[in-house]
């Protein structure tokens, strides 16, 4: 199973990104997806997540407004757009797959066993 995150870059405040992530090797349909992110001298942070059948989605209170995750399961993909961002957005941002994943539990680092590599995101103020 591999995911491939790609996306990231150099905005200044106030403006936008699309973060992609791309499976290979699993049933995507059949997976939760989630992101998340982690910057220095902070703990992982959950960001957002789709359920495995789509119909629900959930976001950290930081992001909620601004951040969309969707997800196209022909294409193996799930995307997470990222609007009016901050410079406290600044982290390596990570996707992450978890089996039959739905609930509050998609909404922790430990339900997901698989892990993209990141992509990194710099906001400047």
């Known amino acids: 199973v591999q995911l491939q995150a790609s996306g990231g870059g150099l905005v200044q405040a106030g403006g936008s990104l699309r973060l992609s992530c791309v499976a290979s090797?699993?049933?995507?349909?059949?997976?939760?997806v989630g992101w998340f992110r982690h910057s220095p001298g902070k703990e992982r942070e959950f960001v957002a997540a789709?359920?495995?059948?789509?119909?629900?989605?959930y976001y950290a209170d930081s992001v909620k407004g601004r951040f969309t995750i969707s997800r196209v399961d022909a294409e193996n993909t799930v995307y997470l757009r990222l609007n009016s961002l901050k410079p406290e957005d600044t982290a390596v941002y990570y996707c992450?797959?978890?089996?039959?994943?739905?609930?509050?539990?998609?909404?922790?680092?430990?339900?997901?066993?698989?892990w993209g590599q990141g992509t990194l995101v710099t906001v400047s103020s």
């Open positions: 992450a797959a978890a089996l039959l994943g739905r609930g509050p539990d998609i909404l922790t680092a430990p339900k997901y066993r698989h």
């Open positions: 090797g699993l049933t995507f349909s059949n997976y939760a």
């Open positions: 789709s359920s495995w059948s789509g119909d629900s989605t």
